[in-house]
């Protein structure tokens, strides 16, 4: 526990990134109908599942033409 304590300052920035990244690119998918690759179902797992690298990897491949 004192490990832990020990990282909070550095463990709350992160968590607060990867949650902001998170909605943000979960709202994208959702509001948004057209992908470059895959589709609605698809990115959502990925933004979901794969913590703060799904949100980055929807917003740099995923996202379609406005």
């Known amino acids: 526990m004192e490990i832990f304590m020990e990282y909070w300052p550095f463990?709350?920035?992160?968590?607060?990134?990867?949650?902001?990244?998170?909605?943000?690119?979960?709202?994208?998918v959702l509001r948004h109908p057209h992908y470059r690759f895959g589709n609605k179902v698809i990115w959502i797992f990925v933004v979901l599942l794969?913590?703060?690298?799904?949100?980055v990897v929807y917003f740099v491949f995923g996202r379609g033409e406005e």
Do not use: D, R
């Open 11 to 28: 463990l709350v920035p992160y968590m607060v990134v990867e949650l902001v990244l998170a909605i943000t690119a979960l709202v994208h």
């Open 50 to 55: 794969l913590q703060i690298i799904g949100p």
